[in-house]
């Protein structure tokens, strides 16, 4: 399960760098170690700015050396519980 350690790790790498705030926006990022391969991602949610998300992005990409990774923050989402795996409905996509 290399995968699920990564988000584990990857969760608590993150959250360590989130700062409260009280903002109504909120800011989902979503980190592809391989951008051909849209279908492994590492999402985490709880960012309060579009910086903060591209700042969390940037860092993880080099803690983890992905060489050929992407990402994107996408704002005010609403998540989707499914069997086949969950994932979510945002305002918009930015990189």
Not at 10 to 18: A, G, P, Q, R, V
Not at 28 to 41: A, F, G, Q, R, W
Not at 53 to 69: G, H, L, Q
Not at 73 to 91: A, H, W
């Amino acid at each position: 399960m290399k995968i699920n350690r990564i988000k584990v790790l990857s969760s608590i790498f993150i959250l360590t760098l989130i700062s409260c705030g009280a903002n109504e926006d909120s800011y989902v990022l979503s980190v592809y170690p391989d951008k051909n391969n849209l279908l492994n991602d590492i999402s985490l949610e709880g960012f309060t700015s579009l910086e903060q998300c591209r700042v969390a992005a940037n860092k993880m990409i080099s803690f983890y050396k992905y060489e050929n990774a992407d990402y994107e923050c996408v704002k005010n989402c609403r998540k989707v519980l499914d069997p086949q795996g969950d994932y979510f409905i945002c305002q918009e996509s930015s990189r």
